[in-house]
Each structure stands twice: as structure tokens, then as C-alpha cells.
């Protein structure tokens, strides 16, 4: 797979492109320094993963990120920061982002890349402990009222998303264990997500 690197750190460029260079399945086909450049490196390179920092000169990440989603819906972005700020997460979920990873977790990055690539979600376990607090910010969900889903069905995908498990969610809403997993694999069909954790991702984008 082919992978370009956003950093405004040359050191870090270059030490994130030694670490993916040692996978086979990896080609690093290029690196840049701030947004501007991540803009028109992918669109030169079209590479597969887009691994990009958010705090960067000229143009930071997040913006590059809005450019190339808008050009290419399929793209495939993960996030690398050293930043676990709530408005960053946000708007790394809204935008479509595939991932966003804590640039310390070094041993996770060739596997998040490979998820990524694979087409699902990656959020390291401190972003996925923050989204139940950050849904809580955001209010009720009018979005979810527009999908071919129940309210039954509604009401599982809030609780999950705010961090309970079935059990808690059977006894909130006084339904069985085995029905919360019935219609939790339900929803799963329905919306074409894979597990719990997408479940609260797709619900935090989309309120």
C-alpha cells in the first residue's frame, strides 16, 4: 500500500517513514512539512493512507483533510498528533477522518495504517474513552430520526455510545440481554458498521 506522510517535523517525517519502511506491505511514496503540501502531494501521489499531523504552519491537517474529502470522499486519513484536544477530535470525526492516533503509541502506527487501509475506524483507546464525554456535549441526535432504524434501535445506539454495555443497556431499558444483542447486530447490518466502536463513532458523527 502506498502511504504519504504530513508532518511539520522533518525528524519525525523521517523517523515515521524508517519505521513504515521496515513493513513490506508499506511503500512510502512521499512527505511534506504542512497542509498545503499534504493537499497537493495527495493529489499528485494519490497515495492509499494519509498519515498527517493536525498543528501545522500555513495550513494545519484538519484543514487539508476538509480539501482532500472534498475531492476524494474515499480517502483514507489517519491523524497523528501529540494532541488529545476535544475540538480536534470533533472535527477529525466529522470530517470522515478513518483514524486519530496519539503520536506516542509508535508500536500502534503500522497496525492502524494497515486497519485503515483494511477500511476500518482506528481511535486509540484514549480518544474512545473521551467520545462518551463528548457526546454527552453535543445534545440529543436529530440525525438518527432520518435512518431506517427503530426507536428501539435509536435508543441502543445512544446508550452504546454513551460507554454502557448490554447489560447496562438491558437494564436501562428493560429489555432482555439477548434482545439488546439481537438488534445491536441488526443496527450493525443496517447501518454497514463492523462493531460497538463504530456504532459510537457513527453516532457521534452524525449528531
Do not use: W
Not at 46 to 70: H, S, T
Not at 130 to 158: A, F, M, N, W, Y
Not at 169 to 191: A, D, H, V
Amino acid at each position: 500500500m502506498k502511504v504519504l506522510i504530513i508532518d511539520d517535523d522533518k525528524l519525525v517525517c523521517s523517523s515515521l517513514e524508517i519505521i513504515l519502511s521496515t513493513d513490506k506491505d508499506i511503500e512510502v511514496v512521499g512527505t511534506g512539512n504542512n497542509g498545503q503540501e499534504g493537499v497537493e502531494l495527495y493529489r499528485k501521489l494519490q497515495p492509499d493512507v494519509l498519515l498527517i499531523d493536525i498543528r501545522m504552519e500555513v495550513m494545519n491537517g484538519l484543514e487539508a483533510g476538509e480539501i482532500i474529502l472534498k475531492e476524494y470522499p474515499n480517502a483514507r486519513i489517519l491523524y497523528l498528533t501529540t494532541f488529545l484536544d476535544d475540538d480536534y477530535i470533533i472535527k477529525a470525526l466529522r470530517l470522515g477522518a478513518k483514524g486519530y492516533m496519539l503520536k506516542q503509541n509508535y508500536e500502534s502506527i503500522v497496525p492502524s495504517i494497515k486497519a485503515v487501509y483494511a477500511g476500518q475506524n482506528v481511535f486509540g483507546d484514549e480518544i474512545i474513552t473521551k467520545i462518551p464525554k463528548l457526546i454527552s456535549k453535543q445534545g440529543p441526535s436529530r440525525t438518527l430520526d432520518k435512518l431506517p432504524i427503530s426507536h428501539r434501535e435509536q435508543d441502543i445506539i445512544v446508550k452504546i455510545a454513551e460507554g454502557l454495555s448490554n447489560k447496562e443497556i438491558s437494564e436501562t431499558l428493560f429489555l432482555s440481554e439477548g434482545t439488546i444483542r439481537n438488534n445491536i447486530s441488526t443496527i450493525l447490518e443496517k447501518l454497514n458498521l463492523r462493531d460497538r466502536t463504530q456504532i459510537a463513532i457513527f453516532y457521534y458523527k452524525n449528531i
